[in-house]
């Protein structure tokens, strides 16, 4: 099959979130799987050419916070017009999927010209209308990016359950569940946690981009706020995304405090030494879609402190610990209670990591998308793919 994904940053998952996490494992094990894929990039994002069997193609777009995604999304998805026999066309997020209606009927016309059809598949990832880092138009444009995406698409996909229900209940369509993964793997050095001032287990982790509902502004209060904190630091990992006011307001929450430590972006070896040696991994977040930095911290039995946000306790269940969202007291007493019986914490987490090993493999995800790709959307639309939990890592 031919494939070409549009709505991303780009790839590789340079600086980018969730969403290019998700297109670059995906894109890359369908290329592997022998599949044709294409991948649209943002000039100013990473430069055009092979990635790992991937076709990467660079497109313009007016590069502010609220038109980048959509103007680069256009102009990708102007030139998805032109590849012949391009079986799927892969959206993702709701802002670009403002464009599917458009998609559709370019499609239809070439359908109508060549006769063949280019199935348009959109992958919601999270609401993002309920960010804070949008005004009221932005987020009445997103809002409708999801209602747009969800009744146009020839097929929705929806990274959580929590999600799914929210497309039903909302825009009445029966999307097809299939999570985000993680990659398992197994870090015993620490040798880049020197160039930090940290030691393993030496420290509460937060990685995440620096943007207001991830809520890392209530981690560092809360973390002020502990009575006792164990000897354990606390690192915050990332980057701004279109937010540099917010992650000012971050350090000078901080107030020099030489505990609280901002490494940055952070990629490769470094990123998972940290995420593999941390004491706790905290996500106090107020909305998620499904959280890959979470499932790799889990991936790791590394003990996961939550927000008490649906998509968060999809996740963890009862094998990890939570907080109540936007709550900077319930952090602190939930992080303090980790410390205080961190032996009981270890239990948890190394159950929860076999669970999140069980669920959330890539390598299944993939496979589940090949059925969508492939099934006929007119016969049977929202029906339930079954992510077959790996046996072997």
Known sequence: ????????????????????????????????????????????????????HVKVIATSGIPTKSLDAITHTFTALWKSFFISDLDVLHVNSVGPALLIPFARFGFLLKYLVTGSYTKVVFTFHSADWYHGKWNLFAKSMLKLGAWTGCVFADEVITVSKSLRYLAYKQFDVRATYIPNGTVFNHITSDSELAQFGLKKRGYIVFIARLIHHKNAHILIQAYQKMAKKYGKKLVIVGGNSHTPEYEKYLHELAQGDKNIIFTGH????????????????????????????????????????????????????????????????????????????????????????????????????????????????????????????????
């Open 266 to 393: 952070q990629s490769g070896r470094t990123l998972k030494q940290l995420f593999a040696n941390a004491a706790i991994y905290v996500l106090p977040s107020s909305s998620e879609g499904l959280s890959i930095s979470l499932l790799e911290a889990a991936s790791y039995g590394v003990p996961v402190v939550v927000s008490n946000i649906r998509e968060n306790r999809e996740i963890v269940g009862d094998l990890g610990h939570i907080a109540e969202v936007d709550s900077v007291v319930s952090l602190a007493h939930t992080i303090e209670g980790v410390l205080m019986d961190y032996r009981g914490a270890l239990e948890l987490a190394d159950m929860l990591q076999a669970e999140i090993k069980y669920h959330y493999a890539w390598n299944n995800i993939v496979r589940a998308l090949e059925n969508v790709y492939k099934r006929d959307s007119n016969q049977y639309k929202g029906a339930s793919i079954q992510v077959t939990p790996a046996l072997k890592y």
């Open 1 to 52: 099959m031919k494939i070409a994904f549009i709505g991303q940053k780009g790839i590789p998952a340079l600086g980018g979130g969730g969403v290019e996490n998700y297109v670059d494992h995906i894109a890359v094990r369908l290329a592997q799987r022998g599949h044709e894929v294409i991948v649209y990039t943002r000039k100013a994002y990473a430069p055009e050419g092979m990635y790992k």
